[in-house]
């Protein structure tokens, strides 16, 4: 089992980072997490942010980047993810449960491969992230995957929210080996059954440790903490997930 960079989705502490961007950051990095992977930067020139991310040693694992502005202003994106370091871009959300036909689906398929082959040629790794709608049948197959189907893998990989496949009806171990070698960036987010809602990595009910065994088998260059529901506060959840996985070997050694 390897030990992979661990990264958190800053989305995990969207109630916290308005009130002080800059300070949640270095308190990411103290808790010994790796890299973040952005949901927004927080007003900040990408040469602001890249100093305060070499400041406190973080990398930027990402950045979660609408479908809305990779259409309308992707040379942007890729100028600003180039000066902050990011290498994946990922569109975080589209609305594949309302399409309608295989026609509007192709038609919205050239348009995320087009932006994909641009991404690829400007050196960034394009991905595309679910939650559980995609998980909507058209025909006998899920939107999710006819978009996959239709997406070219070289230009559109996977980013595959574990939580959002469990929600979806699947096994998020099964579904992930679906999409081995597509699947640079997983997002880790547990289930607790009792309540329906996400927690802490390892507090809940899915099967990690088979991802984690067959993370080289699956091509995953990075392990992406997410959470959105909580019973403690935001920080305190993303410490918590930080220290479950480094004592399961997968995380940084020795978190605080």
Known sequence: MSRLPLGLQLYT?????????????????????????????????AEELKRHLNNFGLTSAGSHVSFNALDNDLNGV??????IGSRYITCPYLQLDEIKDMEEFKRLADKVNAIGKKLTENGFVFCYHNHAHEFKRIGEKYALDIFFELTDPQYVKAEIDTYWVKKGGEDPVAYVKKYAGRLPIIHL?????KTG???????????????????????????????????????????????NLSAAGVGIKNAR
Do not use: H
Not at 200 to 229: H, K, P, S
């Open 78 to 83: 890729i100028e600003y993810n180039k000066v």
């Open 189 to 193: 987010k547990d289930l607790d059954e």
């Open 13 to 45: 502490l969207r109630d916290v980072m308005p009130a002080d961007f800059v300070g949640t950051l270095k308190k990411v990095a103290e808790m010994g997490y790796d890299g973040v992977e952005f949901a927004g930067y927080g007003d900040l020139t």
């Open 197 to 243: 809602k996400d927690t802490e990595i390892l507090n809940g009910t899915i099967n990690f440790r088979d991802i984690f065994n067959a993370a080289g088998e699956l091509g995953i260059e990075w392990y992406i903490v997410e959470q959105e529901d909580f019973e403690k506060s935001p920080l305190e959840s993303a410490q918590i997930s930080c220290k």
